[in-house]
């Protein structure tokens, strides 16, 4: 019997460290994350200005806006950059333009990086 327990206990705890190892961050501590490397900052300061330049007047400054007109970019899926890119380069549901001839595939990469803050940083 004693056995018996120890097994049980040990796969049990087992599983609970696999999920615990392998859960997916949740969208708030996505939204939480912060630029670790100076590649990454430099790459989220670069897409704020790109935003702010090409993006926010629809969109909000630091990505507030009611979400009623425009997307709230805050809930966009942190996951799902290839959407994103798609989104930015060939445009939505006709009301977003297209914006695949203007940005350079690098710049659309910063907007990102900035985007994936939330708006915080």
Not at 10 to 27: E, N, Y
Request: aromatic share 10%; glycine share 8%; with cysteine.
């Amino acid at each position: 019997m004693k056995v018996c327990i120890e097994v049980v206990t040990f796969v049990v705890a087992t599983v609970i460290a696999s999920f615990v190892v392998t859960k997916s961050p949740t969208f708030a501590e996505e939204t939480a994350r912060a630029p670790g490397s100076e590649t990454e900052i430099e790459m989220v300061a670069k897409g704020k200005q790109l935003y702010a330049h090409h993006c926010s007047h629809c969109h909000g400054f630091n990505m507030v806006n009611p979400g009623t007109v425009a997307y709230d970019l805050r809930q966009f899926p942190h996951n799902d950059k290839a959407r994103f890119v798609h989104s930015v380069t060939q445009g939505k549901n006709g009301r977003m333009p297209q914006w695949g001839d203007l940005l350079k595939p690098e710049e659309i990469d910063e907007i990102w990086a900035y985007v994936k803050t939330g708006g915080t940083q």
